[in-house]
């Protein structure tokens, strides 16, 4: 009896120090690995043509019809520079009601109702006035608004 008694003590030490040695190896291991990069999600970018060669361009409708001068604006710019607009995405989340880019929002009465469609429309006239091209006037938009 005594025999089996000294067994079962000495395997149980022996399990209790595996284990110790174990878990000290495993947390030594995680020390010295670096941590996984943590992947930023991709931010969602509303539709916009990035080449508008060939895409008929919607007519906008006219600015005198506006009273807020803002608005006028934005839509005076909007049947100047459809082009450009076209290849801008609008952060109003109207691609949820069919809008493939920003000029979108000026065909019907939307722009007017909607200070991310003005401010866009106005900030891309800015930066072209500037010189700036579709493209980088598109990346700044997109910077802007997915923060």
Known sequence: MKIVTRFIVILAAAIVVAVLILRETA???????????VEKPRAFVPPYYADVRGVPIPKTLPPEQFKVVKTRASY???GEIPQVLM????YCWCDRIGHKSLLDCFVND??????ICQDSALWA?????????????RQEVITNYSR
Do not use: F, M, N
């Not at 947390?27 to 990069?37: F, I």
């Not at 939307?110 to 200070?115: A, M, V």
């Not at 006239?125 to 006037?137: F, N, V």
């Open 27 to 37: 947390k030594q291991r995680q020390e010295t690995q670096a941590p996984a990069p």
């Open 76 to 78: 005076r710019v909007a």
């Open 110 to 115: 939307h722009g007017e109702y909607c200070g």
């Open 87 to 90: 290849q801008l995405p609008c």
């Open 125 to 137: 006239d800015k930066r072209l006035k500037e010189r700036a091209s579709a493209e980088t006037i």
